[in-house]
């Protein structure tokens, strides 16, 4: 690489966290659903008025996001004021009123954004420094990472289901879905195997919102959702498939394999555990998502880590499982390591 494309990868790279703030800000002000509910046409002081913000700052927000082409910006002549009105192509996914939404996503990352301009402190401490909720709250940021990883599910469940049932997996008739949140991956098992049982086991939070899902559906007969926390329940027992999904970054290897004893438990003999989530190379710089996701996992968490598939797989034998092998090889987080209890 020459120098004038160092200097500008540079340039890149420390100024890539502006166009980020902004869809965040609009995100968490909820500016987007609010123009659309005003039949996609408004004024800075309108929407400044509705949703009590600064006019100024309304304005200066509008025309950054105007120029990053979320929003179109229009001034007729006999109009004393522009409008905004959000581009068709993200219509979709920045309306929070949408199933398929994409805004919780954007509200999380911005929390997770918080703690990363915060990993010299982290890196020079060694554990993560504490960084203020959202203007949303607390409870709301707990909120918008259920249905970030349900905004993430939702474009993956099913070809997860797919590539199991390709693999030869996808046989189980009564599972458990360990900390399956607003439960995208069980209800894709559920449908993929017509007579199959589903448990839910999660916080009040992930079951809240399962409950919304599943309550009133067809599937609601065939899922139990099971209130519970992974680090310190032990699970229900009694299943022939666990699906382990996302979860074994939280957790040092110590932690980890106290997840895979607990699970363990829970399967019946013969029973088979899925592990989902990146596995990284030997010498942990590849895939380069996983290694950045190894900073997340840092600058969030006290222990958490990513693993390779030499550490998931003796982590699982230590606790008894047998037969482990990389189902799906993946170079994102949909990386599937199985194993079966004797």
Request: a neutral charge; aromatic letters at 10%; one cysteine or more.
């Amino acid at each position: 690489m020459d120098s004038n494309l160092s200097f500008d990868r540079l340039r890149q790279v420390s100024s890539a966290f502006q166009e980020s703030c902004i869809l965040a800000a609009a995100a968490e002000l909820d500016v987007f659903t609010v123009i659309l509910e005003h039949k996609n046409r408004i004024s800075a002081r309108e929407l400044a008025d509705i949703q009590k913000t600064d006019l100024r700052g309304t304005t200066v927000l509008l025309d950054a996001l105007a120029a990053t082409e979320y929003l179109l910006k229009e001034k007729n002549a006999s109009d004393s004021e522009a409008v905004y009105s959000v581009a068709e192509t993200f219509q979709k996914w920045l309306d929070s009123r949408n199933p398929e939404t994409f805004v919780p996503m954007i509200r999380h990352m911005i929390c997770v954004q918080r703690s990363w301009t915060e990993l010299a402190r982290t890196v020079k401490k060694g554990t993560p420094v504490k960084t203020p909720s959202s203007i949303l709250g607390a409870k709301q940021d707990r909120t918008s990472f259920i249905w970030a990883m349900n905004s993430i599910a939702q474009t993956l469940a099913e070809p997860t289901a797919a590539s199991l049932q390709k693999a030869g997996l996808l046989t189980f008739k009564n599972f458990i879905d360990i900390g399956g949140a607003s439960g995208t991956y069980t209800l894709a098992f559920l449908k993929a195997l017509p007579n199959a049982k589903g448990t839910l086991f999660d916080l009040p939070v992930g079951i809240e919102a399962a409950r919304k899902r599943f309550v009133g559906s067809e599937f609601e007969s065939r899922v139990r959702l099971v209130e519970g926390d992974f680090y310190r329940d032990e699970l229900p027992t009694g299943f022939d498939f666990a699906w382990v999904s996302a979860i074994i970054h939280q957790f040092d290897r110590d932690g980890s394999r106290e997840l895979y004893k607990k699970t363990f438990r829970s399967l019946h003999s013969g029973g088979n555990v899925a592990v989902r989530d990146f596995m990284m190379n030997a010498d942990r710089t590849k895939p380069k998502d996983g290694a950045f996701f190894g900073v997340s996992m840092l600058v969030e968490t006290k222990t958490g880590m990513v693993y390779t598939f030499d550490e998931v797989k003796s982590d699982l034998e230590s606790v008894g499982f047998t037969n482990v092998k990389l189902a799906v090889p993946a170079e994102t987080m949909s990386a599937i390591v199985v194993a079966k209890k004797p």
